[in-house]
């Protein structure tokens, strides 16, 4: 089984539409919790980091943790063409440690 | 603020040449590095990671090898490149607020 599942898509959906990203993971050690945009031959960008389980906000983006059933969300409101990019999610036991991340999910939101 | 910058951004090289790739980090101390490999279609595979200089570990054995001469300088290298070698190369730098990639380099062997 792999630590990180990640469904890899793809995904598409009308522009303004809300997206839903989701992981799951096998290690109930993580405690940290990432989701990355990358574009097309680009590296990957941070967009959400979490902590635990809860809710984080950031304009357009709510990344939730459910450590309770080892589920990781990632909503994108009012979704623009710009945000068609593979997402990845990651996740990590502690800070500065080994990394885990998800294969990617493909979005493309259609105008 | 910190930024990472790898080079060169693209590379097309024949099977059984070397390789050098290097990655430097600006604006932070002591970080740690990593190496990943990204095939297409695929996740990000961890190749190397580094806590300080000269502590490298390998998670993946193959023809690859990494350095790290200088606290935010990180060489990825090889002596025989494999056809298999191919693929979207992250360097990548982490703290305490998550993990920063590079813009990657694009290898090809041929």
């Known amino acids: 089984q792999k630590e990180v599942e990640q469904d890899p898509g793809p995904l598409s959906v009308p522009e303004g539409a809300i997206v839903s990203l989701n992981c799951t993971y096998s290690n109930s050690a993580f405690q940290y919790f990432m989701w990355y945009r990358q574009y097309s031959r680009k590296g990957p960008e941070l967009l959400m980091y979490t902590y635990s389980s809860g809710n984080k906000e950031d304009g357009r983006f709510t990344a939730q943790v459910d450590k309770s059933s080892k589920y990781i969300s990632l909503f994108i409101r009012d979704s623009q063409p710009s945000d068609s990019a593979t997402y990845l999610c990651a996740m990590s036991v502690g800070t500065g440690n080994q990394f885990y991340f998800g294969t990617g999910t493909s979005l493309t939101v259609i105008p | 603020s910190q930024t990472i910058h790898q080079w060169p951004a693209t590379l097309v090289q024949p099977v059984g040449s070397p390789l050098s790739l290097e990655c430097t980090v600006e604006g932070t101390s002591n970080p740690n590095l990593y190496w990943y490999r990204q095939a297409a279609g695929r996740g990000l595979q961890l190749l190397f990671y580094s806590v300080g200089i000269g502590q490298i570990s390998s998670e993946v054995p193959q023809n690859l090898s990494a350095s790290r001469p200088q606290d935010r300088q990180f060489i990825l290298s090889s002596k025989k490149l494999l056809l298999s070698d191919s693929g979207f190369y992250l360097c990548?730098?982490?703290?305490?607020?998550?993990?920063?990639f590079g813009p990657g380099t694009r290898l090809t062997v041929t």
């Open positions: 990548a730098w982490s703290d305490s607020n998550g993990q920063y």
